[in-house]
């Protein structure tokens, strides 16, 4: 197909996804009015699919903002399901919380503040999903703690992987203030695809979604 309108492909495929969940969609709402970064509409598709097929028992988000997106993993997963989030910015936490105790899947989320690589640092349990949408320099630390927390089988979903395209850039081409997230964002998607601990695939989707699988121990 040449000359193929990307924002135009994107805008038709997203026309046949709108949530049907009227809170979900009323949070999605205010948070783009508010300008709370929250995954995009394309990455909520790929959620909602890896969620309904995967099934998992228990959830680690790194990266809460106002809890839209650990009540949407919610809906879309068993009311067994256990969701774990953290988040270190307090305005957000309080909005978060406020939203999870109206949402209907209270007693599924438990919101914990800090910071996401000490408090990943501090946890026990396995997770078969691990959700990182947070501090992007902080990448190659939640993927170290993210090793030994996911289960075998487990998923991990990283967001916001190519920075706008920016990734592809030389550091002298990205500006001084961005040059360290660049730096470590390049180290976690080496890392990451040269383990051999896992199968990982890097997508296109919304700003980049980076999804691995932790192998089994053969």
């Not at 998992?56 to 839209?68: C, D, N, Q, S």
């Not at 599924?108 to 501090?122: C, F, Q, T």
């Not at 998923?155 to 920075?163: P, T």
Request: aromatic share 8%; charged share 30%; with cysteine.
């Amino acid at each position: 197909m040449e000359n193929l309108d990307y924002d135009r492909l994107d805008s038709f495929i997203d026309s046949f996804f709108t949530e049907q969940d009227e809170f979900i969609r009323e949070l999605e709402y205010s948070a783009i009015r508010d300008e709370v970064p929250i995954i995009r509409r394309d990455t909520q598709q790929l959620l909602r699919f890896i969620l309904s097929a995967q099934r998992p028992g228990k959830i680690l988000e790194i990266g809460t903002a106002v809890g839209f997106s650990a009540i949407m993993m919610a809906k879309y997963t068993p009311r067994e399901t256990r969701i774990t989030t953290v988040e270190d910015y307090g305005p957000r936490i309080e909005q978060a919380e406020k939203n999870i105790a109206v949402s209907g899947y209270a007693e599924r989320i438990e919101l914990i503040e800090g910071d996401g690589a000490k408090v990943m640092a501090e946890l026990k349990d396995s997770f078969d999903l691990i959700f990182i949408d947070a501090a992007k320099a902080q990448y190659p630390a939640y993927f170290e703690e993210a090793r030994r927390l996911l289960s075998e089988g487990g998923i991990l979903v990283a967001d916001n992987c190519l920075k706008g395209g920016e990734i592809v850039e030389s550091k002298f081409a990205v500006t001084r203030r961005n040059r360290t997230i660049h730096k470590r964002m390049r180290e976690f998607l080496l890392e990451i695809t040269r383990s051999p601990e896992f199968v990982t695939t890097i997508l296109p989707i919304g700003d980049g979604v980076v999804l691995a699988v932790k192998r089994a121990v053969s």
